[in-house]
T-cell receptor, first 119, second 118 residues
């Protein structure tokens, strides 16, 4: 079973509007972290926002906020006031804390959502 | 603060040739990761180093891929011989280890190396 599911292969949003990118996850680890990265066409992965499983409040970073619904195992990214420069691939990722098989800290990524911002 | 550096940015080779990628992590980051990202997918971990020791290489195709981090700083990933299906972007990332909990903090990525195998 996939650990990170991003059901929207592509999304369009009008400039200056808000957009929500969906992410659901699957884990039995009580301690985990959820990340969102942005990947422009240049290829680099840019860290946007982080949510810990024990955090009481939803994370926010500027125009980015994470709508964390633990019971539903969802961690949707909300981008407010979209800009043309927001056009990119967006990846949701999870880090499990437990040390399975010697690995710790590595990220499991979803397949991504391509966001296109229209002028 | 300088980010993660990678070179080359692009490489085109023929199948059965060999290729090497280089990564220099953010200064002070003890943990270094190599990911493979095939077109249309999210990155997949190949190998994780803690200083110069391997933490996880369970998904590294060891018959053709090798990686080293001799002095606990720079790292090299090699493919020999390359196959068509190795065409991908190879991403290097690094992170700090939390001084108290020992867990890995946020990973920061380099620009990647785009490999095309013909």
């Amino acid at each position: 079973a996939q650990k990170i599911t991003q059901t929207q292969p592509g999304m369009f949003v009008q400039e200056k509007e808000a957009v929500t990118l969906d992410c659901t996850y699957d884990t039995s680890d009580p301690s985990y972290g959820l990340f969102w990265y942005k990947q422009p066409s240049s290829g680099e992965m840019i860290f946007l926002i982080y949510q810990g499983s024990y955090d009481q409040q939803n994370a926010t970073e500027g125009r980015y906020s994470l709508n964390f619904q633990k019971a539903r195992k969802s961690a949707n990214l909300v981008i407010s006031a979209s800009q043309l420069g927001d056009s990119a691939m967006y990846f949701c990722a999870m880090r499990e804390a437990l040390n399975y098989g010697g690995s710790q800290g590595n990220l499991i990524f979803g397949k991504g959502t391509k966001l296109s911002v229209k002028p | 603060e300088a980010g993660v550096a990678q070179s080359p940015r692009y490489k085109i080779i023929e199948k059965r040739q060999s290729v090497a990628f280089w990564c220099n992590p953010i200064s002070g980051h003890a943990t270094l990761y190599w990911y493979q990202q095939i077109l249309g997918q999210g990155p997949k971990l190949l190998i994780q180093f803690q200083n110069n020791g391997v933490v996880d290489d369970s998904q590294l195709p060891k018959d053709r891929f090798s990686a080293e981090r001799l002095k606990g700083v720079d790292s090299t990933l090699k493919i020999q011989p390359a196959k068509l299906e190795d065409s991908a972007v190879y991403l290097c990332a690094s992170s700090l280890e939390h001084p108290i909990t020992g867990t890995q903090e946020t990973q920061y990525f380099g620009p990647g190396t785009r490999l095309l195998v013909l």
